[in-house]
């Protein structure tokens, strides 16, 4: 089944405490991205790649990095997560623009 | 700054009603303009796209309208039904990397 994979589903950490989300998807995409959801927000774009080792900054890339050394794969990583980074992370990926791109199921976290 | 504005945030419509909702853009840029469907604890979903040399794209239900004077799209639902309940989000998107979101429209058909 041709999916967007995000672990994990739920995460609860403290501040400061480094982490990583990951995301995987098996379609070959040359495009993945990550958006965070907020309520009265909307989706907002974090960071972006292109292809393999091809990143850039989103709307709001602040307080997270990213790195693509796979196709299949695009790590979302928070170095000193804060309370203001709680927030619905999803992992995207698009085979070109007349597709659109396809989503993970979301990863939700809480930075306490 | 907000790219693309999205309206109504929540809306209630009988069944059967039609539900219309509407989004407008600044950047002449954008030239893919997808609706997306998202319900509770799931990932957004593409629903309709549209290329800005088309006024209009129908599949079943959707309906999207576009006027690129006016840098306005709108997506319909006819005959709305219970199930149809969702956010539903409109985006832009320029090349082949930035999808811009609206903020979403929260609809409720009522039974």
């Known amino acids: 089944e041709a999916q967007v994979t995000q672990n994990p589903r739920y995460l609860i950490t403290v501040t400061g405490k480094k982490l990583t989300v990951t995301c995987s998807q098996n379609m070959n995409h040359e495009y993945m991205s990550w958006y965070r959801q907020d309520p009265g927000l909307g989706l907002r774009q974090i960071y972006y790649?292109?292809?393999?080792?091809?990143?850039d900054k989103g709307d709001v890339p602040e307080g997270y990095k990213v790195s693509r050394k796979e196709k299949r794969n695009f790590p979302l990583i928070l170095e000193s997560p804060s309370p203001n980074q709680t927030s619905l992370y999803f992992c995207?990926?698009?085979?070109?623009?007349?597709?659109?791109?396809?989503f993970g199921s979301g990863t939700r976290l809480t930075v306490v | 700054q907000q790219q693309v504005k999205q309206s109504p945030q929540s809306l209630i419509v009988q069944k059967g009603g039609i539900s219309i909702i509407n989004c407008a853009y600044e950047?002449?840029?954008?030239?893919?303009f997808p609706w997306y469907q998202q319900f509770p604890g799931k990932g957004p979903a593409l629903l309709i796209a549209?290329?800005?040399?088309?006024s209009e794209k129908k599949e079943g239900r959707f309906t999207i309208s576009f006027n690129k004077s006016a840098k306005q799209f709108s997506l319909h639902i006819m005959d709305s039904q219970p199930g149809d309940s969702a956010t539903y989000f409109c985006?832009?998107?320029?090349?082949?990397?930035?999808?811009?979101f609206g903020k979403g429209t929260m609809l409720l058909v009522s039974p």
């Open positions: 995207a990926s698009s085979q070109d623009r007349v597709y659109g791109y396809t």
């Open positions: 950047n002449t840029a954008f030239d893919y």
């Open positions: 549209i290329r800005p040399d088309v």
């Open positions: 985006a832009a998107r320029k090349g082949y990397s930035t999808l811009t």
């Open positions: 790649s292109m292809n393999v080792e091809v990143t």
